[in-house]
């Protein structure tokens, strides 16, 4: 039999080259984050879970430790009707505020800048510890000046020191019109005295996003991401209901939905 070396090369080199072919096709790896695109990691990548993140989902928010206003989700998560998600959702994280903020589970590094998917506005992210980063630079100019809104006071009588994206009056603050409208924008503690309750007198569709401009105003609200079904009768914490009225930012008390989300996008007509 006749050696001929240059089979041996070729077979080599073609090896290399599926090789290399099946790492391109491959989903990025979960690795650290850092300043640039960054997406989130999958619940077999990171199934960690706390207040604000958990297995392929972490919550925004328009100022660090603060109410929800939407969700950024990995590939492969699977919501309340069974769909699959089939993309990551990115976040370009130019910055963090790195505070404690009241934050009971540790979070002392709060990611912002221009949150994708459903979502697609600015935004401060729970933690950082639910990205991987993609690559540098960034896929929007939005959000580059970051949040500039002065933030009021903490639970404790305290300066906030971080900045916040918006004023809390993005939210309906018109209680003589609405009773679940704070007159302050949001229910909290050191507004309003806590939560506000209220009970589901129909079976409410609840969803994990309505939109950037609908959360942080009047805008036309997407509503999408479908998190779960709470049955009538139930009772339900309020912590703002939207500018247009349309929709109510609560949890149902003692419950989870779908991937261990608490808070959700609560239709106003389905709660009294």
Same mark, same amino acid.
């Given at each position: 039999?006749?050696?001929?070396?240059?089979?041996?090369?070729?077979?080599?080199?073609?090896?290399?080259?599926?090789?290399?072919?099946?790492?391109?096709?491959?989903?990025?790896?979960?690795?650290?984050?850092?300043?640039?695109?960054?997406?989130?990691?999958?619940?077999?990548?990171?199934?960690?879970?706390?207040?604000?993140?958990?297995?392929?989902?972490? %919550?925004? @928010?328009?100022? $660090?430790? +603060? *109410?929800? !206003?939407?969700?950024?989700?990995?590939? &492969?998560?699977?919501?309340?009707?069974?769909?699959?998600?089939?993309?990551?959702?990115?976040?370009?994280?130019?910055?963090?505020?790195?505070?404690?903020?009241?934050?009971?589970?540790?979070?002392?590094?709060?990611?912002?800048?221009?949150?994708?998917?459903?979502?697609?506005?600015?935004?401060?992210?729970?933690?950082?510890?639910?990205?991987?980063?993609?690559?540098?630079?960034? %896929?929007? @100019?939005?959000? $580059?000046? +970051? *949040?500039? !809104?002065?933030?009021?006071?903490?639970? &404790?009588?305290?300066?906030?020191?971080?900045?916040?994206?918006?004023?809390?009056?993005?939210?309906?603050?018109?209680?003589?019109?609405?009773?679940?409208?704070?007159?302050?924008?949001?229910?909290?503690?050191?507004?309003?005295?806590?939560?506000?309750?209220?009970?589901?007198?129909?079976?409410?569709?609840?969803?994990?996003?309505?939109?950037?401009?609908?959360?942080?105003?009047?805008?036309?609200?997407?509503?999408?991401?479908?998190?779960?079904?709470?049955?009538?009768?139930?009772?339900?914490?309020?912590?703002?209901?939207?500018?247009?009225?349309?929709?109510?930012?609560?949890?149902?008390?003692?419950?989870?939905?779908?991937?261990?989300?608490?808070?959700?996008?609560?239709?106003?007509?389905?709660?009294?």
């Amino acid at each position: 039999m006749t050696f001929r070396p240059w089979r041996v090369m070729l077979t080599a080199a073609g090896a290399a080259l599926m090789a290399l072919t099946a790492a391109l096709a491959a989903p990025p790896s979960a690795g650290a984050w850092s300043y640039g695109v960054n997406r989130v990691q999958t619940a077999a990548e990171d199934s960690h879970a706390q207040t604000g993140m958990g297995p392929g989902w972490v %919550m925004l @928010t328009y100022k $660090a430790n +603060g *109410p929800m !206003v939407g969700y950024l989700f990995a590939r &492969d998560f699977v919501f309340a009707d069974g769909t699959v998600k089939t993309s990551f959702d990115h976040m370009d994280i130019r910055d963090t505020g790195d505070s404690a903020a009241g934050n009971t589970d540790g979070i002392t590094r709060w990611p912002w800048g221009y949150a994708s998917g459903s979502f697609g506005g600015c935004a401060y992210a729970y933690g950082t510890s639910k990205f991987a980063i993609e690559r540098t630079g960034f %896929m929007s @100019t939005s959000c $580059a000046g +970051g *949040p500039t !809104v002065v933030g009021s006071s903490n639970a &404790d009588g305290s300066p906030d020191s971080l900045r916040w994206w918006h004023s809390e009056q993005v939210f309906c603050s018109a209680s003589s019109t609405d009773p679940l409208c704070s007159p302050y924008g949001v229910w909290s503690e050191n507004k309003g005295g806590g939560l506000k309750v209220t009970v589901s007198t129909t079976a409410c569709t609840v969803y994990g996003n309505i939109g950037a401009s609908a959360a942080y105003g009047s805008g036309a609200a997407a509503p999408t991401h479908y998190l779960g079904t709470v049955p009538a009768g139930q009772q339900i914490d309020v912590r703002y209901v939207t500018k247009s009225r349309a929709y109510v930012m609560a949890k149902w008390h003692g419950q989870r939905l779908t991937g261990g989300i608490a808070w959700g996008f609560f239709p106003r007509g389905c709660l009294s």
